[in-house]
């Protein structure tokens, strides 16, 4: 039986706006940006325009970049490799620097609700869900998803 609770969340077709209504409203207190690069061409979604907003809003914005994926494992991503990705993120969670915020990141999701950040809307399609399965498997894993912009 699951412990405690672990958020994913995923900006793709969100608003920055929507992306911190749905963490409000699970009650998320710190939003944990697993991106190896946290850049995005999405307005508001870059590192620091992301940290003001979501600190503003009362929560607390932390950057774990070495639980990101590096540009391989996007590349696979981005074709649909999924167990391409799994290979290669499965080689970044075994580098000293991963393992050193594993167990940050686990230390805080003990005592904080915590969601996890990264682009894809869905969690199956996304470094998040392999992170949630290798590092916080006894967590009950809860995907978000911010409402989608509407189309013109």
């Not at 995923?10 to 608003?15: L, S």
């Not at 904080?112 to 392999?130: D, F, G, P, Q």
């Not at 590092?135 to 009950?140: K, N, Y």
């Amino acid at each position: 039986m699951a412990s405690h609770a672990i958020f994913t969340i995923g900006y793709e077709q969100a608003t920055q706006a929507a992306l911190i209504t749905a963490l409000v409203e699970a009650r998320v207190e710190v939003l944990a940006d697993i991106r190896y690069l946290p850049l995005s061409r999405r307005p508001g979604f870059s590192k620091r325009s992301l940290a003001a907003a979501v600190e503003e809003a009362g929560l607390t914005y932390r950057h774990f970049r070495q639980l990101g994926t590096p540009a391989d494992g996007r590349a696979a991503a981005r074709r649909g490799d999924l167990p391409e990705l799994e290979r290669i993120y499965a080689g970044q969670l075994e580098l000293p620097e991963s393992l050193a915020q594993q167990a940050e990141l686990r230390m805080l999701a003990r005592d904080k609700r915590v969601a996890l950040l990264c682009y894809e809307r869905r969690a199956c399609e996304c470094h998040r869900n392999i992170l949630v399965r290798q590092l916080l498997s006894d967590c009950e894993q809860v995907d978000l998803e911010p409402e989608v912009i509407p189309k013109p």
